[in-house]
């Protein structure tokens, strides 16, 4: 089924054309020929004014095509990294980063496009003869819905942003910038205005033309999260035990909910609509796929190591790689890539691992491979969920024909025969690779354009935050049962049931939340920005030695922490020569 926002793409295409919206990018006003149509008129059609709000909601997808190449949001967390010969795209994680690096500009205007689309939208809808009042009411809402998302991503990254509530014009991009709170105040207004609109659904179906649009579900949400940044934690409670009276629950199946069948299921509150055409899919499938999936996708994203070893066991005990390979951890990195080698390897492999520095002293020709299988057996069963790990299966179809790929090392295998080793962009190295997001055997064609919604806001986000807000206020007892919703679903122990799992206090509970929503929400975007407002973000993502390494260990590039100015964005260079007003943030002017 077509979603209803994306039924009028090809129209929209072309509507966008040819009008004139006034946005602070020069850049896209240059692109408007000058005998356009005029934005007023428009607003004289009930056709034309839902294509243009449907423009406002495909702002959203922007962050989730073109990534091959520019870098999903969880790049800059502890959990993924992206291959070396991407990296120049990301240049606040390797220390080089300065107020002219391209991803500081592409997503300022990006933001800023979708804000002036909803101003458009806020200001001009009521002007439309043939569209109820509810309809408008319903539009508005949405809009200042999608104003608010866009405002709280320029607000997280840059802690004040200039504030334009109107539509302007490009020579109007005079503002000197708000402060955080007084952003923070918009962003809440706008969804307090949402939760107010009595037209605004709690929910939609699944079945419902609608569908996809914003409802008071993703609204409460979404303020509940403001609030968590602004330590409101009363707040924060409220709004997400709102959403927890709107029909959402959890997917019986976390295995299978990233998949097509599943992506309106009751879990979803909000998410960006996909479909399998070119421009209207997602990427996520091709950058952290392997050469296996269909059409010989890429693996562009890799599971970062220590991410994947904080995964606990199946009992709830913290993982320790010396409880199951005694003296793991006083070994180099080189020295233990001995246990994961494949069972009888050929003399001429063995001279190569020895040359490597492999302690091939250690090798069991026989069982190395059930050896390094027990590492990842018996864990959260999220990670074998989330993650290909040594010596487990993945279901590919680059032939055309499904076949079952092992991760071995070294490859040997084919694509289509014996003994089918699971082949990647990087046979060289050791990684571990994505399953989440991954199409198995040929269950879709197109390896380029998903069709698999991506979700923005599901309802295990909301248990997780909701047991934040409840532990920051020393409701610990109560956040434990929230996030046992959560564990219980996954198949995972759950909290309180044994010693590894008591909870000591709220400390612990806090850090134990904290690790929850990293098994949880890998691979999902939410987690950089978790990162920044728990101001964990340095000591995790830049700790040393960390950076795209091979399962083992062994680095392939680390990164570098260019300042403590990086928690927070620098102003483009770019927008500061054309608005005197901005002032740069601390630390960015050199």
């Given amino acids: ?134 309809d408008k009411a319903r539009y508005i809402a949405g809009c200042k819905f999608l104003r608010a998302w866009f405002y709280m991503r320029l607000n997280m990254l840059w802690k004040g942003v200039p504030l334009y509530l109107e539509p302007i014009n490009v020579d109007e991009c ?76 959890l997917f019986p199946d976390y295995k299978t909910l990233l998949k097509e069948d599943n992506e309106r299921c009751d879990e979803m509150i909000f998410s960006v609509q ?33 991410f994947v070893d904080t995964y606990e ?38 001279e190569t691992m020895t040359n490597y520095g492999a302690d091939m002293t250690k090798y069991l020709p026989d069982g190395n491979e059930a050896r390094i299988k027990a590492v990842y057996d018996n864990r959260d069963p999220r990670m074998k969920m989330t993650v290909i790990t040594p010596y487990s299966t993945y279901v590919g179809g680059c032939t055309g024909t499904s076949y079952t790929y092992t991760l071995r090392w070294p490859y040997r295998g084919s694509d289509a025969s014996d003994p089918f080793d699971l082949r990647t962009d990087t046979n060289s190295k050791f990684y571990y690779l994505w399953r989440k997001f991954v199409y198995e055997g040929t269950e879709h064609n197109n390896m380029t354009y998903s069709p698999i919604d991506i979700p923005l806001i599901r309802y295990a986000d909301v248990l997780l935050c909701l047991a934040e807000a409840l532990n920051e206020q020393g409701k610990t007892d ?14 995972a122990a759950l909290l309180n049931s044994n010693s590894y799992t008591e909870v000591t206090g709220q400390d612990n509970m806090r850090e134990r939340i904290r690790n929850e929503c990293y098994w949880e ?23 040393s030695g960390n950076g795209m390494t091979e399962i083992w260990g062994t680095a392939t590039y680390t990164y570098s922490w260019v300042g403590d100015q990086a928690w927070s964005w620098p102003v483009p260079a770019a927008e500061m020569e054309m608005n005197s007003n901005l002032e740069q943030n601390s630390g960015w002017n050199n």
Avoid at 30 to 49: C, F, H, I, L, Q
Avoid at 336 to 347: A, G, I, P, Q
């Fill in 274 to 306: 996909c479909i399998d055409e070119s421009g209207l899919g997602n990427d996520k499938n091709w950058s952290f796929g392997n050469r296996n999936t269909v059409g010989y996708a890429w693996d562009n994203y890799i599971p970062n190591p220590n």
């Fill in 1 to 134: 089924m077509r979603h209803k926002y994306f039924q009028t793409i090809a129209a929209l295409a072309e509507l966008f054309s040819v009008i004139a919206f006034s946005s602070c990018d020069s850049d896209f006003l240059d692109t408007v020929p000058t005998d356009s149509v005029s934005s007023e008129n428009v607003w004289t059609s009930s056709n034309m004014a839902t294509d243009v709000v449907a423009g406002v909601y495909t702002i959203l997808l922007d962050d989730y095509r073109n990534n091959p190449w520019e870098g999903f949001w969880d790049t800059y967390s502890v959990i993924m990294d992206e291959d070396r010969n991407w990296l120049g795209n990301v240049p606040i994680l390797t220390g080089v980063a300065t107020p002219s690096s391209g991803e500081f500009s592409l997503y300022w205007k990006r933001f800023y496009e979708g804000i002036q689309r909803a101003n458009d939208v806020i200001a001009n809808i009521s002007k439309v003869p043939d569209m109820t009042d509810a």
């Fill in 174 to 249: 005079t503002k000197a910038r708000s402060s955080e709170t007084e952003v923070w105040d918009a962003i809440i207004q706008d969804l307090t205005d949402c939760i107010n609109e009595e037209n605004l659904p709690d929910k939609y179906d699944s079945g419902d033309s609608d569908y996809g649009h914003v409802t008071k579900g993703a609204a409460y949400a979404l303020r509940g999260n403001a609030y968590l940044w602004l330590e409101e934690y009363a707040k924060a409670e409220q709004d997400f035990k709102s959403v927890g009276t709107m029909g959402y629950s």
């Fill in 313 to 350: 066991c199946a009992d709830g005990k913290p993982f320790n790689y010396d409880d199951f390979l005694p003296g793991y951890s006083s070994m180099t990195p080189k020295e233990r890539s001995v246990f994961y080698l494949r069972d009888n390897m050929t003399e001429g492999e063995i």
């Fill in 478 to 491: 109560e956040a434990v049962t929230y996030v046992n919703k959560v564990r219980a679903r996954a198949g």
């Fill in 521 to 543: 929400l890998a691979g999902e975007d939410y987690l950089y920005f978790d990162e920044l407002r728990w101001k964990t973000w340095k000591d995790k993502k830049f700790v």
